[in-house]
Nanobody
Framework: QVQLVESGGGLVQAGGSLRLSCAAS????????VGWFRQAPGKEREFVAA??????????SYADSVKGRFTISRDNAKNTVYLLMNSLKPEDTAVYYC????????????????WGQGTQVTVSS
């Protein structure tokens, strides 16, 4: 079992930055795929970014809407994954969730076994 706890959300003005953290406990997730998703009111949960890691390499992937503005990173020693969000826009307002799975499928929410409780990000115009 893996427990995930997000933190770092809040209220920020458009153009500002936030860094979200996703701390895992219960099992090291060095080789887990960790993704960030978001869900705005009345909308479906959507993929934001993911970090995959194997013993050979690691990689990051982003939704087009956040590419160039958001950066996902992981500190395996701390069992923590971060999402640095720059140049925030009002349309980035949502509850942000981190999730983890033990395979390489990273876009579909259904592929993830473990989810955090979410953290609210609100971007004012």
């Amino acid at each position: 079992q893996v427990q995930l706890v997000e933190s770092g959300g809040g209220l920020v003005q458009a153009g500002g930055s936030l860094r979200l953290s996703c701390a895992a406990s219960g099992r090291t997730f060095r080789y887990y795929t960790v993704g960030w998703f978001r869900q705005a009111p009345g909308k479906e949960r959507e993929f934001v970014a993911a970090s995959t890691s194997t013993w050979r390499s690691s990689s990051s992937s982003y939704a087009d809407s956040v590419k160039g503005r958001f950066t996902i990173s992981r500190d395996n020693a701390k069992n923590t994954v971060y999402l640095l969000m720059n140049s925030l826009k009002p349309e980035d307002t949502a509850v942000y969730y981190c999730a983890a799975n033990s395979n390489s499928d990273y876009v579909r929410p259904e592929a993830y076994n473990y989810w955090g409780q979410g953290t609210q990000v609100t971007v004012s115009s």
